[in-house]
Structure formats: structure tokens, C-alpha cells
């Protein structure tokens, strides 16, 4: 399909104005989403077709090996020169190292515009001497309870949104589709998710980052996310909490920072344990911390229980450590 492109741009003069590589990973994307759907029809999976994406609906552009260049400006924006484009003002958030390969250009359903900066960089990462370690047990009133006596609260970021949604949803739903006024309530709704989303994803990275700064070896374990949400009691509050990216994020965290992340069977992790009990959750961490790390066959409930710290998810977003003045508040443990 690729050799057709000159054919193509004689037929459609627009095609011109946009840089050759980037219609060539159009088509290259085109094509590894049809061999997947194949792939996937073969193995006697139900797939539907492809969906045009005609005007608006397409958002992402790929510049790949070449047509791209950073400016730095020294000033507020530095500059991004895209072939065909020309310089874009941008934001950089962080230095960029290595060799780029790629840029990625998207633009969200907020209006706001990113461009993803893909680099080849060669990391050296030393493992470090184990002299801590931690078990951690995932949960919903709390977020996580761990092996030291840490209970993070949880958010629940969906559950205070949700009443904003719904309004900023129903005056979408009262207006005429398509119309300016429609589309600027759209972009409202869009702006409430993408700080949903935000807010999340700055509360995992926090929280990560102690547990992978703070912990040599850090013992977790290997849900099946996808079947615990087959449970519709519990799923909207399982996928709020987003265990599976907090555990991906801990997984890529730990190996740049030469930590060692142990996943273990989850089953019977609070066999014989009550709900009421308050050192449930905790025991719990033991548990999955020795099967991971210490003696699996040692009773944790014969070790010297500690007070339990809980920590307001407010103090992981603000300070980006369950630790400092005022934020951790203690809990007596049950006699």
C-alpha cells in the first residue's frame, strides 16, 4: 500500500501537506490492526471491522526517524519543529536525554494538544543491597495495607466526581448535537474526566516512588483483576482504585531503581481472619511479605503486632510521603 502514495497524493492534493513518514505509520498501523483482527478471528475470537475515523476523530499523528526537531529557547516554551507543521510552542516538563526516535503528537478530547517525546537511552541500573523489605495488601476502604503498619487511605477520586458528572452530563444531553453550545459542554465533560484521570495517576506515581525510594524488595500480590471485576458489587470501586496500573507502575519503578518487585498467590492471604478485625489488612501484608520473602510456613499472628499508621490519601498528593508533621495519625491496635 505504501508504493501507492505518490499514486494517492496525485488523486488527493491534500495528502501533500502532510509529511510522508507520517502517512506511512498511518498506513503501517492501518495494516497491524487488520492482521491483528485477523489474528484474533483465527483463533475464534468474535471481532468486529475497523471504524473510519473521518474528520475530528483522528488525533494522533507519529513522526518517526526524522521530520521533527526541539528548539530550546531559553525561555517559558521551547519549540517543537514539525515538517509540514512548522515550530509549535511547547512546554517541556523534563530534560530530554538520549538519541529521539519518535514523536508522538495527540490531542486530547479536553482540546489540549501533547506531544509524546520517545528516546533511545542506554541505563545502568545496579542492583542494590536487600536490607528492607515490605509486603503489601491491596484493598478497598483502605488503598493498601503494608507489612509496617501503613494503612494509605483510598481516594475514591471516581466517587467524588461522580456528582459533578452527572450534572455536567445531563446539560450535554439538553443540548442540540452538534451545535457550538454542545460542543463546548462536550469539552467540559472532557476536562472533569481528564482530572479524574490526573489526579489518579499523581497519587499512584507518589506512592510508588516511596514504596520503590523506601523498600530494597517489595512483595505484592498477583491479582486477576480482570475476573475480581466479574463481581458488580465490587467492580466500579476495584477499577477506581486502579491496583493493576498502581502494580505496573511499581513493577517499572523498581526495576529503574534496581529494586526487586516479588508477585505471590494471593489465595488465603486472610484465611481464618475476620472482617471486624482490624489487623486484618495487616496480618494480611505479613502473610504475603513471608511468602515472598521470609519463612512461608512462620505464624504471623504469633510476631508482635505494631500500631496501625493510617494515612489520608491527601498527604500522598500533597507531601508525596505518608511521613511528615501532622500527616500520619495513629491507630491502637486490638488488644
Request: hydrophobic residues 35%; charged residues 30%.
Amino acid at each position: 500500500m505504501q508504493v501507492q502514495l505518490p499514486k494517492l497524493k496525485d488523486e488527493k492534493p491534500e495528502l501533500s501537506k502532510v509529511y510522508s513518514k507520517v502517512l506511512q505509520m498511518v498506513l503501517h498501523q492501518l495494516y497491524s490492526n487488520l492482521e491483528a483482527l485477523s489474528q484474533l478471528k483465527k483463533n475464534g475470537k468474535k471481532v468486529g471491522r475497523l471504524r473510519f475515523k473521518g474528520m475530528g476523530w483522528f488525533k494522533t499523528l507519529c513522526y518517526n526517524q526524522s521530520g521533527f526537531k526541539p528548539i530550546k529557547t531559553g525561555k517559558r516554551l521551547d519549540l517543537l519543529h514539525l515538517s509540514k507543521i512548522g515550530d509549535v510552542p511547547i512546554r517541556v516538563h523534563r530534560e530530554i536525554k538520549g538519541k529521539i526516535k519518535q514523536v508522538m503528537i495527540k490531542k486530547h478530547n479536553s482540546g489540549k494538544w501533547f506531544a509524546c517525546i520517545c528516546v533511545e537511552e542506554e541505563m545502568r541500573v545496579e542492583k542494590r543491597g536487600i536490607q528492607r523489605a515490605i509486603g503489601i495488601d491491596m484493598g478497598i476502604k483502605h488503598f493498601l495495607t503494608d507489612s509496617d503498619g501503613k494503612q494509605i487511605e483510598n481516594p475514591g477520586f471516581y466517587e467524588k466526581t461522580l456528582k459533578r458528572m452527572k450534572v455536567v452530563q445531563h446539560w450535554l444531553s439538553r443540548k442540540c448535537e452538534g451545535s457550538k453550545n454542545w460542543e463546548r459542554q462536550k469539552i467540559k465533560l472532557a476536562k472533569l474526566y481528564e482530572k479524574l484521570v490526573d489526579q489518579r495517576d499523581d497519587f499512584l506515581h507518589k506512592l510508588s516512588k516511596f514504596y520503590v525510594d523506601s523498600y530494597d524488595v517489595i512483595v505484592v500480590e498477583d491479582l486477576n483483576i480482570k475476573n475480581m471485576v466479574r463481581n458488580h458489587n465490587l467492580a466500579g470501586k476495584i477499577l477506581d482504585a486502579s491496583w493493576g496500573n498502581f502494580l505496573r507502575l511499581l513493577e517499572l519503578k523498581a526495576e529503574r531503581a534496581g529494586a526487586l518487585l516479588v508477585e505471590v498467590n494471593p489465595r488465603g492471604a486472610s484465611e481464618g481472619l475476620s472482617y471486624d478485625n482490624p489487623l486484618r489488612d495487616y496480618i494480611s501484608a505479613n502473610r504475603i511479605k513471608m511468602r515472598g520473602w521470609d519463612d512461608p510456613k512462620a505464624p504471623v499472628e504469633m510476631r508482635p503486632l505494631r500500631e496501625l499508621i493510617e494515612v489520608p490519601a491527601s498527604l500522598i498528593v500533597e507531601a508525596g510521603s505518608p511521613f511528615r508533621q501532622g500527616g500520619a495519625v495513629h491507630k491502637p491496635s486490638a488488644p
